[in-house]
């Protein structure tokens, strides 16, 4: 069985996405990240930022909701109904991110999210770059709710797609391999 990122697209599934690279003033590393999140076609969009542990994704949310972002980290160590009510708060724009070490990587269903931060380095491994395009796909998705979705954005502050040599359809999440 084989089902392409272009079937994908033409069936709704799934959004197209838009890989955005940086292009603001010189800086370096959490303040581009910062720049990148007050950009003005995030607008009020839901969106998931990801961090490199659970005590960088609390000081990075405190940096986003210091920045005039409002953000909170969500994670392992938070209970299942903390964890459920700051999706909620996001998903209700109460808050505009979330930021997350690997929690809403693989197996959350969250189509409604519109952007993505990709402020942590994958390493240039397979098993990085299958969770690199698990997280990606987190915005992928299509949504009943939110039907003016047309793509999802990627916000790319250090270049990792071209680093990672990911291309269009692995982006996309592209279904390639025989199914049982």
């Given at each position: 069985?084989?089902?392409?990122?272009?079937?994908?697209?033409a069936d709704?599934?799934i959004?197209e996405p838009?890989i955005?690279r940086y292009?603001?003033?010189e800086?370096?590393?959490?303040?581009i990240?910062?720049?990148f999140?007050?950009?003005?076609?995030?607008r009020?969009?839901?969106?998931?930022?990801?961090a490199?542990?659970?005590?960088?994704?609390?000081?990075f949310a405190?940096?986003?909701s210091l920045?005039g972002?409002?953000?909170?980290?969500?994670?392992?160590?938070?209970?299942?109904?903390e964890?459920?009510r700051?999706i909620?708060?996001?998903r209700r724009g109460?808050i505009?991110?979330?930021?997350h070490v690997?929690?809403?990587?693989?197996?959350a269903?969250?189509?409604w999210?519109?952007?993505?931060?990709?402020?942590?380095?994958?390493?240039?491994?397979?098993?990085s770059?299958?969770?690199?395009i698990?997280?990606?796909g987190?915005?992928?998705?299509?949504?009943a709710e939110?039907?003016?979705?047309?793509a999802?954005?990627?916000?790319d502050?250090f270049?990792?797609?071209?680093?990672?040599?990911?291309?269009?359809?692995?982006?996309?999440?592209e279904?390639?391999?025989?199914?049982s």
């Open positions: 069985y084989r089902y392409t990122a272009e079937q994908a697209l709704g599934v959004v838009r955005l292009e603001g003033r800086t370096i590393g959490d303040d990240c910062v720049d999140c007050r950009d003005h076609r995030l009020d969009l839901p969106g998931l930022v990801s490199w542990d659970i005590d960088d994704a609390e000081v405190g940096k986003l920045a972002i409002p953000a909170l980290a969500i994670h392992g160590r938070l209970s299942d109904d964890q459920a700051r909620k708060l996001l109460k505009r991110c979330l930021v690997n929690l809403l990587t693989e197996g269903d969250l189509p999210l519109r952007w993505l931060l990709l402020r942590r380095f994958a390493k240039d491994n397979k098993t770059r299958n969770r690199f698990q997280e990606a987190r915005t992928l998705r299509t949504c939110a039907p003016d979705k047309k999802a954005l990627l916000l502050p270049d990792q797609c071209s680093r990672l040599k990911l291309t269009y359809q692995e982006m996309l999440g279904v390639g391999e025989e199914s």
